[in-house]
T-cell receptor, first 114, second 111 residues
Framework: NAGVMQNPRHLVRRRGQEARLRCSPMKGHSHVYWYRQLPEEGLKFMVYLQKENIIDESGMPKERFSAEFPKEGPSILRIQQVVRGDSAAYFC????????????FGPGTRLTVT | EDQVTQSPEALRLQEGESSSLNCSYTVSGLRGLFWYRQDPGKGPEFLFTLYSAGEEKEKERLKATLTKKESFLHITAPKPEDSATYLCAVMGGGSNYKLTFGKGTLLTVNP
């Protein structure tokens, strides 16, 4: 059973570039969540998606960040014009048919902005 | 707004020395309280879900309990491989299924 897959595992971007983070949920899961973990801080919710729908994006910064979960393919978290403060670990989680199920996390993408 | 506070921030134990980690929470209508384990450089690994006060769950040397205001993760006779950061999270009734995490307790078990 493949778990939640994320790629790349490590990503280095210069200030002003774009970062694209990918997440494939566990087989049979239709709910995807993105969280960010800043150094010395806890995991913070960013966005909750189902196929082709953004359900809750209350944790997303208003500018430069966007997310999608298309009908086919992985969920994408996109950060435009990255700044040093975007350096963090970004985790994707997925859950089953019911939104209140346990969320299973991927290994994360560690973004470093130079 | 849902809030989670974990204590202590760090805990050092000798192998075999049992102890407990605390998770205090405030939430509007608890849907579930979740415990995860996180090793350095990895994603959180799901351990338990607790849904109502009085509920208990066990897995190997770990036992999680829940009251209306807090949860405890009891570790019995820990081993060095239990060393990790333990995260507590809540899902509130008005949260639209998002998890609110505490900052975690870093547990180190010395041989």
């Amino acid at each position: 059973n493949a778990g939640v897959m994320q790629n790349p595992r490590h990503l280095v971007r210069r200030r002003g570039q774009e970062a694209r983070l990918r997440c494939s949920p566990m087989k049979g899961h239709s709910h995807v969540y993105w969280y960010r973990q800043l150094p010395e801080e806890g995991l913070k919710f960013m966005v909750y998606l189902q196929k082709e729908n953004i359900i809750d994006e209350s944790g997303m910064p208003k500018e430069r960040f966007s997310a999608e979960f298309p009908k086919e393919g992985p969920s994408i978290l996109r950060i435009q014009q990255v700044v040093r403060g975007d350096s963090a670990a970004y985790f994707c989680a997925s859950s089953g048919q019911t939104g209140g199920d346990e969320q299973y996390f991927g290994p994360g993408t560690r973004l470093t902005v130079t | 707004e849902d809030q989670v506070t974990q204590s202590p921030e760090a805990l050092r134990l000798q192998e075999g020395e049992s102890s407990s980690l605390n998770c205090s929470y405030t939430v509007s209508g608890l849907r579930g309280l979740f415990w995860y384990r996180q090793d350095p450089g990895k994603g959180p690994e799901f351990l338990f879900t607790l849904y109502s006060a009085g509920e208990e769950k066990e897995k190997e040397r770990l036992k999680a309990t829940l009251t209306k205001k807090e949860s405890f993760l009891h570790i019995t006779a820990p081993k060095p491989e239990d060393s990790a950061t333990y995260l507590c999270a809540v899902m509130g009734g008005g949260s639209n299924y998002k998890l609110t995490f505490g900052k975690g307790t870093l547990l180190t078990v010395n041989p």
